[in-house]
Each structure stands twice: as C-alpha cells, then as structure tokens.
C-alpha cells in the first residue's frame, strides 16, 4: 500500500513523447503541466533518449569517491549557457536538497543564523526547505523555526526594514510557483541584492521552477540585472531524471566534509543534465519558450474572462474570481489536457519549452469553450 499518492488524473501513461502521453487504451494527452515543471526539452527526446541509453550500457553509477567527468562537462556547459561560467557547481537530487544546501553554505560562509523568506514562498518538503516554505498545508510543527522571518513578497520598505546585519540569507524565488505564479519586480530584486550587500546577508534565487530557460532566460532574475550569490535549480534540469544543483559564487570556499551526497552527480544524472543542455541550445528552446510564452499570453488575454494574467515565458497563472478545480480537472481534462494550479482560482501552465503552435491552439480553443461554461 502508498502512503500518501493521491493521483489527480485517473489515466495512467505508457508512453510519451514529446508534448504528449499515451495510455493503453492509446489515448492521447496533451501535457501543458511537464509534471510540475519537469519535462523542458520533451518526452523522450530522441537525443537524450540516446545519451541515456549509450551511458546506462557503459557505467550508470558511481559514488563522488572517484572522478566522474561529466560532472565537469555539465558543470561547463551550464556555466555558459546560464551566463554564470565563473560559479561552481554542487549537484544533488532534488529542488528541495539544493535549497538546503545552499542555506548551509551561507551559514558556513557568515556564521549566521537569521533567514528571511517571503510570503507564500515554496522551497521544498525537507526539514531545511519547508522552514523558509510559507505553506500551513506542509508545514509540520518540528518545521516551525524561530530563524525564519516571512515578509511580504515584493514589498521594498518590509525589506529594507527586514534584512539586517543578522540576516545570514535571504531565499527568494525569481516567480512564485506553487504561491500563485507571482513574478517578482526588478526594483524589488535590486532592493535585495543591494541591501544583502549592505548587510553581508547571502542571497539565495530559488530557479527551482522558474530557472532553466523557462522564462526566456536561464534563470528569471536575469530580467533584473541582479547576481545573486547562490542559485538554485533542480526539475527542467534532467527533463525527468532527478537532479538538482546549486550555482555558488567565486566567494564561497569549499572545506573538506562540508557538502556532500551519495546519488548527487552520478553518472547517468549528469548525462540527462548535458543532453538537455545540448538540446536546449541546439534548437534555441529558451527563444521558444519566449515566443510560445508570447503566444498563449495574447490567446489568454483574447479570451479574458479572468481576474488577473501572469507570468513570463512558459510560467503562466491565469487568475480566475471562481474556483477552477471544475475547470481543469474536468472540463479542461475532457478535451485530453493537462493543466496545473496553483491555490484555489489559478490555472498553472508550464509545458516543455519545445511546445509548439498546434499545441498551444489545443489549449486555447480548450479554454475559450469551456470558460463558457464555468464561469
Ligand atoms: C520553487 C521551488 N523550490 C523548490 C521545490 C522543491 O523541489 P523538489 O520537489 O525537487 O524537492 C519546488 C517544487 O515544486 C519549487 O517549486
């Protein structure tokens, strides 16, 4: 017996390809969800398909006990292609593992123990991660930590205010996931970077789900001109192979014993992480994502009927002043499409980078029907 799986869509997919899932009666699903933002590159890419397979028959695992050269390969191709070359990598598992990770490389770096979150964040379901997570639903009573401050999300005064000479870091996410796709402003960025200069506070982005090319550039604070100190990235990443990692600035120094993990960096992880850099690269997935991000925005805003749009690229939240759970679970779903939320009135998009026209048509003639019937 499961503990806790509460499947939302009673189908179950035997194969997928691209935007699309199959089950075996051989229906077919459109996956504007990327199963909570992992598929980037697509299902079953026939290059990473490859990478993966040629790997698997050579060696899959060893340990961080001897050298495993694509660490260096992805470490050097991520470098460049997010624009951050001088930082290092560290490689784990999973979005919540990075961000806790980077918590405790900046405690080692200032010797601090003050962390400031923001309202509504998600950083994950660990003890570390669910500490600066603002979330009552996943927040058990050990999680609760008289370290975390949670202030108000975009709001420059609070965090002037808020970030002190005691803060050891701040942890933000670029945009709002799971908080209801809330993008943050660049004066807002600006306002952190300058005042955790001012403080010695390390700044950490979370790009766990708004990174890796999602939004058009690599990481979305990218928009603002800021450098944050440690950068945090897992999901779109392996394209469905569990990685993650931490971007980590020249100042940081690494001790022996400090960061470490079994599975992190394997193999088979790091080759999923170069193919989709490859693929990324090769068919300019981020410029995708920045027009096809266009295209469903101007579809969505033509149909209106919403309270509020946002977004950027292929992170989208379409606020509705109605539930959308009859929406999506069941009107949307009727059509073969798979949607996200976030929160109660929020429709959650966050296909492959690679979707298409077509695709996009799908949803948007989707949409404009069934709203009709919801609202
Ligand atoms: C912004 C953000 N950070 C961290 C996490 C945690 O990632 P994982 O589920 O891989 O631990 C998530 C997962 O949804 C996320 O959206």
Known sequence: MLFNVYPLYDIEPVR?????????????YLDLYGGHAVISVGHTHPRYVQALTEQLNRISFYSNSVRIPQQEELSEKLGQLSGYPDYALFLCNSGAEANENALKLASFHNGRKQVVAFRKAFHGRTAGAVAVTDNAAIVAPINYNEHVTFLPYNDIEAALAGITN??????????????????????????????????????????VQCGYGRTGRFFSHQFSGITPDLITMAKG????????????????????????????????????????????????????????????????QQIGGYKELRGRGLMIGIEYDFPVENLRNTLLFDHHLFTGVAGKNIIRLLPSLAIGIDEADLFLEALSKELKVAS
Not at 260 to 281: E, K, P, R, S, W
């Open 16 to 28: 997928a390809q691209g935007s699309y899932l199959w089950d075996a009666k051989g229906d077919r």
């Open 166 to 207: 005691e803060t050891c870091a701040v942890i933000i996410e670029g945009i709002q996931g799971v908080g209801g796709i809330q993008v943050a402003t660049d004066a807002f960025l600006q306002t952190l970077r300058q005042r955790c200069d001012e403080t010695g506070a390390i700044l950490i982005l979370d790009g």
């Open 237 to 300: 990443m392996g394209n469905g192979f569990p990685i993650g990692g931490v971007l980590i600035s020249p100042k940081f120094k690494a001790t022996y014993g400090m960061l470490g993990t079994t599975f992190g960096g394997n193999h088979l992880a790091c080759t999923a992480g170069i193919a989709v850099l490859d693929i990324m690269n090769e068919e300019n997935l981020m410029e995708n994502a920045t027009q096809m991000g266009d295209y469903l925005m101007k579809g969505i």
